[in-house]
Structure formats: C-alpha cells, structure tokens
C-alpha cells in the first residue's frame, strides 16, 4: 500500500476491509458497488476508492491496497514504474506477470502504451532480471500440494482441452518462485469459476476476462486460460526458463525464423507453428523436456541429436525406501503393499529406521524377526507384487552401522544414511560415508546431502569422490522423492551418473497416500539431473535388482 499520512493509511485500511468483505476483483465489480443506489461503506471511503479507479482503473485500487499480482506489485515497488503507468499498462495489454512484461519489451509493443518513453522502457527491463529474485520462495513439494487441487478442478471443467503448470513449477525447481497454470480451454469463464470455487481459496485478489488470481494458504496462485491456437506458445513463454527463452530465440534467428509471443514466425503475417512441440520441430529439434530448460547446454545437445531420453514415472518398476508403523511412519506394512500394487509395482522394500535413529520410534533387534514374519503374511496375501525386506541404516559417528552383520545379513537390501554431522568436518564425514559404501551389505547411501528443504543446506562435501567411491564400490546412490529432501537435487544428480554411478529413485514416504507424489518428485529430480532409464536401479527387473545386491555382497 501506498504510504501516506495516518488519516490516509485509516481510510486505506478500510476500503481495504470493504474490498475483501465484497470479494471485489476486478473493474466490474468496482463500478458496480459505484453504480449501487446506495453503495455500502462510509462515505469518505467510497470517494477515495472512486478517485483511485478514475486515476487508474482497478489495477491502481489493487496496487494501492496492496492485493495487486505480486510480480506487478514488485515492478511498482522498484521504482520502475509509476502506479499510474502500471494501470496503463495492465489495461492496455493484461499484463500480470514478468512472463508477460518480457514479451511486451522482446516483441516491441510497449511504446504502443501512453504515458511510456524509452527511459521507463530502459527502467522496466533493468528491473526485470532482478524482479523475479525479489519474490519469497516456496518448497517445490508445498507448491506441487497446493497446484494439484486447483489442477484437478480446471481439468474437470467444461471446456478444458488440457491444464499444466508453468514456470519454475514446471521445470521442477526444489524452490519455487510463484505458482502459474495455464489451462487451454473453449470456455474461460467456466474454468475461472472452477478456480474459485475450490475450497481452500480463501482471498480473490485479481480477476479478469482470461485470468484470476488467488490466494491459497497465504500463497498466490495465478491461472491463466487461453485458446487451443495459442495455448503452445503460452505454455513455451510461460514455462521459461528466460535464458532458454534466449537461447532459443538466438537459435531460431541463426534458422532464419523470429520467436515471439505469437509463436514461430518467418514474416510479419505468417506464424509457422504454436505448441511447443511444433516449435522445437520448425527448428530441427527434438522436444526439449521442462525440467531441463535452464538455458545451459540443452539447446546444443538437442541441435546435435545427444539430448537424453529421460527416466519417466513409466519406467519405475518399484519403491525401495519407505517407512512403516514399525518406525516412523504412520501407516502399516499392509497399507504400504496395497499402495504399491495399486501403483502398478513389480516389487518394493519396507526399509524401516535401525535403533539410532532420531525418529520417534525405531525398529529394534527384536522387531526385526517380528517384522519379517508379518512381511512372509503378507507376501503370500499379495503375490502380485514382490515385497524386499529391507531397513534404513544409521551410519555412526565412528563409521560403523547401527545394526551387527548378523541382523544386516537377514534384510534383502540395506540403506545407509547420515542424519546428523555430531560436529564433524566434510573429511570426517566422506570416511564415514566410505566405511558405510565399502561395506558389502549396503546396497544404498540415501539422500546423501542430507539437506532440510528449504532451511537446512547439505553437508559440504567432494561429491565428485563421493560418485566416484560409489562407483568404485558397487553401492548405489539415491534420488530421495521426499519434499524435505529432494536429494540428490538435479545438478548434484548430473554429476553422479557423469562419474559413472548407479542411482535409485525412490519416494522414502511415511505415508501410503503419497507415495506416489514423493516418487513423481524424486523423478522430477532426476529429471533435471538428465538422469536416463540406464542409470535407475529400480527401472530394471527385479532379478537384475537382485543381482546388483549380490555382486555387491560377493564383492564383485
């Protein structure tokens, strides 16, 4: 909100109070409650409403009250613009995003704009690379449980061809900076009202012909719904990253072609093609995958045929890291089965934590026994689905296994992790990790950072050395799905199959409802680690899973 003197600031606190108990989103709503015979709301405040819309229109009360769409509110706050100019331009081209403000200023239409020279287009794209860092991020794991509802609405409206994510949501980043989705669809307004009728939106803070904006558990979510003919190059826009955005507009002029909001075009009134698939096509190249769009070298493996094909959720053929009631989870073993088969598993692993642990409970020696008989129960009510009996290991300070060989010797697969430093510096910790990889009843070091997303950093170790004795031992390194984790994130992951390292992807879910969440994370993750089928232990057979586990307990 605009500062002002105290008796502004309490007129301003009430018109904003007005606002929200009306639900007023957009110019329609504001002239109606103007056109009202008797307009509710104290007088003084109804007239600095009214002198705020004919300043502005809408886009200036929402400034004002401060429920404008965060990247809008940020442009104002760096000084790039005046709310006056902001009004202008929101009306002139429904700009609402950073996406959209990139467009304006590539395809040259922000002169088209009153009251807009070249010194506030120069102060407009200075603020640009800079706008999106300003915006307070979320884990992606709060963002995919906040989008997915919302998702699952739009798709079920009348009039919706398809619904996506974009943006950084899209490309998978552990930390996302806003939450986008764009809905291709032949009846805007129904898909808008789809939006707002889910329950958990609680503030409406912008609506318009093609677009709404609402606030769901203190986070903004933007929806936004365009024609079948546009929806590619919404989609490609939207999704970003800026600098593969760049990229590809560099490549697209060097093929003689312009990129633009308008799709792939070779003159002023010919565009050649508008899905993204049909874009990278135009250009000779493959469909480049969201989650690898970071403007790195993406671009130059696909112009060269090298791109991967990468590891899908329809190649994962099993789970081997889950927890049950034995320790920290919060469902049983039977739970836990019944989700996999319905996930469509060939096998899995129930990999409870060993006594040392930091969880509330821990399965002990004597469960062990206990739990292997439930696991035999349960393997012949279930023969669709083979169940690996299997534990969590802690590695302790001195670099021994919290379980004897003896206990470790009865699992079918053994996880190794670190869940604490005990003040130890990265050369204590690498020896803890190569005691724990040169053992030859561990078959996985998981989440090997043993990061907290989003307030505790991983340990500061040579990862390189740490593929590299990965390699070296035959133990497998995971790609943990679970949203405090996400680790190995994708760079980290890249780096681990480049040394020559067998991953797992696995969901180390506490829960059976959202086992099947974790494990689309952990495969986002890698994902944007360029990780293959090829180098996913649990996209083989089970025998070839066995057999990995055996030529690491034979030493070979």
């Known amino acids: 909100m605009i500062r002002g003197d105290a008796a502004e600031e309490a007129l301003l606190a009430e018109a904003r109070t007005l606002v929200a108990a009306l639900d007023i989103a957009n110019d329609a709503d504001l002239g109606h409650l103007f056109d009202a015979p008797s307009p509710p709301g104290d007088p003084a405040v109804m007239k600095r409403l009214r002198q705020m819309y004919e300043a502005g229109g809408w886009v200036l009360v929402e400034s004002t009250l401060a429920d404008l769409p965060a990247d809008l509110r940020w442009l104002y706050e760096s000084g790039a613009v005046t709310l006056e100019q902001l009004a202008a331009l929101h009306h002139a081209h429904g700009v609402t995003t950073s996406a959209d403000l990139a467009a304006i200023l590539q395809d040259g239409r922000l002169n088209t704009v009153s009251g807009f020279d070249a010194a506030t287009e120069s102060s407009i794209a200075g603020a640009l690379p ?61 898909g808008i009202a789809a939006v707002l009728d889910d329950r958990d939106v609680v503030r409406t803070l912008h609506r318009g012909a093609d677009r709404v904006y609402v606030r769901v558990d203190r986070t ?125 598993y060939q096998y899995m692993a129930i990999t409870d934590h060993s006594p040392s642990s930091a969880a509330v409970r821990n399965l002990t020696v004597d469960d062990v026994s206990k739990q292997a008989d439930e696991i035999a129960r349960l393997r012949e009510a279930n023969p669709e689905i083979v169940i690996l009996h299997g534990c969590e290991v802690d590695i302790l300070e001195d670099g021994r296994l919290d379980f004897p060989d003896r206990v470790l010797e009865r699992f079918d ?45 991983g340990y500061d170790l040579d990862y390189d050395r740490l593929f590299e004795m990965a390699t070296e031992t035959n133990t497998v390194v995971e790609i943990d799905g679970s949203p405090s984790h996400l680790d190995l994130d994708g760079a980290l992951a890249r780096r681990a199959i480049a040394r020559g390292a067998v991953v797992a992807i696995d969901s180390d879910c506490h829960r059976a409802d959202m086992l099947q969440r974790q494990m689309d994370l952990g495969i986002v993750m890698a994902r944007r680690g360029w990780v293959e089928p090829r180098h996913v232990l649990n996209t083989r057979s089970l025998d070839d899973v066995r057999g990995h586990i055996a030529r690491k307990r034979s030493g070979r």
């Not at 874009?279 to 469909?287: C, K, M, Q």
């Not at 190794?416 to 005990?422: F, M, P, V």
């Not at 803890?432 to 996985?444: C, E």
Request: aromatic share 4%; glycine share 8%.
């Open 413 to 457: 697969v053994v996880l190794a992790s670190l869940h604490e430093r005990a003040g130890h510096a990265r050369d204590r910790l690498m020896k803890r990790y190569a005691s724990a990889m040169k053992h030859p009843l561990v078959t996985t070091i998981t989440h090997p950072t043993n990061r907290m997303v989003p307030n505790r950093p």
């Open 220 to 344: 903004q979510v933007g929806v936004r719904m365009t024609t079948a003919e546009r929806a590619g190059i919404d989609l490609l826009r939207l999704t970003g990253s800026a600098q593969h955005l760049d990229a590809l507009r560099l490549y697209a002029a060097e093929k003689g072609f312009q990129l633009t909001a308008a799709g792939l075009i070779v003159s002023p009134t010919t565009t050649v093609a508008t899905s993204e698939e049909d874009i990278y096509d135009a250009l000779g190249l493959p469909f480049i995958p969201p989650e690898v769009r970071e403007g790195d070298d993406e671009i130059d493996a696909a112009s060269r045929g090298s791109l991967p094909a990468l590891v899908a959720r329809a190649d994962i053929r099993g789970d081997l890291h889950m927890h049950t009631v034995w320790s920290d989870g919060r469902d049983s073993v039977e739970a836990m089965v019944l989700s996999c088969k319905t996930l469509g």
């Open 130 to 190: 800079t706008l999106r860092s300003s915006i307070p991020r979320i884990p992606l794991g709060r963002a995919v449980s906040i989008a997915e509802p919302i998702l699952d609405r739009l798709r079920r409206a009348h009039g919706t061809l398809w619904a996506s994510t974009t943006g950084s949501l899209r490309r998978g980043q552990d930390m996302v900076g806003d939450i986008e989705l764009l809905a291709s669809t032949t009846a805007a307004d129904d």
